[in-house]
Antibody
Framework: EVQVVESGGRVVRPGGSLRLSCVAS????????LSWVRQVPGKGLEWISG????????GYADSVKGRFTISRDNAKNSVFLQMDSLRVEDTAFYHC?????????????WGQGTLVTVSS | DIQMTQSPPSLSSSVGDRVTITCQAS??????LNWYQQKPGIAPKLLIY???TLETGVPSRFTGSGSGTHFILTITSLQPEDIATYYC?????????FGPGTKVTVK
C-alpha cells in the first residue's frame, strides 16, 4: 500500500525541541516534493514547510521561520522536521504531504499525522 | 503574502442539491489553486488541482472553475458521503496557503 506515516509527536515543554519523521512505504520519495502541514484540532490547515524533490528549494511559513528545519533523506525514504524553540501555539497535528509534481505546490498524498502538544 | 478567504463558512443542503463554495484570493493567482476534502478524523484528500482538473478517482459531480482571484467548487448533486470540510489552497508563490474551510452538512 502506498502511504506515508509520521512519528515523533509527544508532549514537550515550551522552549523545547522535537524531531518529527515521515517515512514512505510502497513507493520511493526521491522524485517528489514534500511538505509538513499542521492542523490544530478542530481548526484549519496551515502549510508550514516544504522541500523540492532535489532539495533545491526549501520554504517556511513565517510562523515557523528560524525555528523549524525541514530535511530529507532519500536513502531512508524519509522527510524530517526539526522543531526548536517550541511555543504553545505550535500544538497541532503535523501531517506529512507528498507532491507528485516534485515541488510543494499541491498535496497529493497525506499521512494521518502525529500530535505535538506544547505545554508546561 | 497572499490571503485566501472562503464563503460560506458552513452550509447545510439536501441530498441531490447543487452546492457552491467560493474561494477568493487577495491578489491574482492565475489558476494556481487546488481544492481538498477533509472528512472528520481523516487526512485531507486532493479533489481538484490547477483550479479545474479533477484528480483521478474523484467523482465527476465535483467541478472547479475560476481564475485570477475568484474560484468556485461545485458539487452538482450532493451525496451523503460528501459531508466534509472543503479547503482551497493557492500555490502562486513559494508559500502556499489554505483558505479557512467550508463545512458541508446534509439536512
Amino acid at each position: 500500500e502506498v502511504q506515508v506515516v509520521e512519528s515523533g509527536g509527544r508532549v514537550v515543554r515550551p522552549g523545547g525541541s522535537l524531531r518529527l519523521s515521515c517515512v514512505a512505504s510502497g513507493f520511493t520519495l526521491e522524485d517528489y516534493g514534500l511538505s509538513w502541514v499542521r492542523q490544530v484540532p478542530g481548526k484549519g490547515l496551515e502549510w508550514i514547510s516544504g522541500i523540492y524533490w532535489n532539495g533545491g528549494n526549501i520554504g517556511y511559513a513565517d510562523s515557523v521561520k528560524g525555528r523549524f528545519t525541514i530535511s530529507r533523506d532519500n536513502a531512508k525514504n524519509s522527510v524530517f522536521l526539526q522543531m526548536d524553540s517550541l511555543r504553545v501555539e505550535d500544538t497541532a497535528f503535523y501531517h506529512c504531504a507528498v507532491d507528485y509534481s516534485g515541488s510543494y505546490s499541491r498535496f497529493d498524498l497525506w499521512g494521518q499525522g502525529t500530535l505535538v502538544t506544547v505545554s508546561s | 503574502d497572499i490571503q485566501m478567504t472562503q464563503s460560506p463558512p458552513s452550509l447545510s443542503s439536501s441530498v441531490g442539491d447543487r452546492v457552491t463554495i467560493t474561494c477568493q484570493a487577495s491578489q491574482d493567482i492565475s489558476s494556481y489553486l487546488n481544492w481538498y476534502q477533509q472528512k472528520p478524523g481523516i487526512a485531507p484528500k486532493l479533489l481538484i488541482y490547477d483550479a479545474s482538473t479533477l484528480e483521478t478517482g474523484v467523482p465527476s459531480r465535483f467541478t472547479g472553475s475560476g481564475s485570477g482571484t475568484h474560484f468556485i467548487l461545485t458539487i452538482t448533486s450532493l451525496q451523503p458521503e460528501d459531508i466534509a470540510t472543503y479547503y482551497c489552497q493557492h500555490f502562486a508563490d513559494l508559500s502556499p496557503t489554505f483558505g479557512p474551510g467550508t463545512k458541508v452538512t446534509v439536512k
